[in-house]
Nanobody, 130 residues
Framework: QVQLVESGGGLVQAGDSLRLSCTASRRTFSTYGVGWFRQAPGKEREFVAAISSSAGNTCYADSVKGRFTISRDNAKNTGYLQMNSLKPEDTAVYYC???????????????????????WGQGTQVTVSS
């Protein structure tokens, strides 16, 4: 079992920046893929960004490409989502998630489906005012 603790959400104005953090309880975090999803009121949870366990390959939803950056610090068991140029439509609860390794092969993929992940954080609210 892996526990994920998110932090960094808050209320900001359009154009501002925030950095979300996600700290994992397991020291084998470096072997896990990391993803961020978000859910706005009345909408389904949607993919935001992901980073592979190996080589740090990244992928993004079109709506955040060029504004958000996902990264990881394996020494700290922590993943990050840097969010710049925030827009009101970015308002949502943001969830961190991790994917455990399957077998012993290196995994260079980043995964965009929520069903592909194993552990989820409790979510952190991001509110962007216009």
């Amino acid at each position: 079992q892996v526990q994920l603790v998110e932090s960094g959400g808050g209320l900001v104005q359009a154009g501002d920046s925030l950095r979300l953090s996600c700290t994992a309880s397991r020291r084998t975090f470096s072997t896990y893929g990391v993803g961020w999803f978000r859910q706005a009121p009345g909408k389904e949870r949607e993919f935001v960004a992901a980073i592979s366990s190996s080589a740090g390959n990244t992928c993004y939803a079109d709506s955040v490409k060029g504004r958000f950056t996902i990264s990881r610090d394996n020494a700290k068991n922590t993943g990050y989502l840097q969010m710049n140029s925030l827009k009101p439509e970015d308002t949502a609860v943001y969830y961190c998630t991790t994917r455990a390794p399957r077998g012993f092969s290196l995994d260079y993929r980043c995964y965009g489906g929520s069903h592909e992940y194993d552990y989820w954080g409790q979510g952190t609210q991001v509110t962007v005012s216009s």
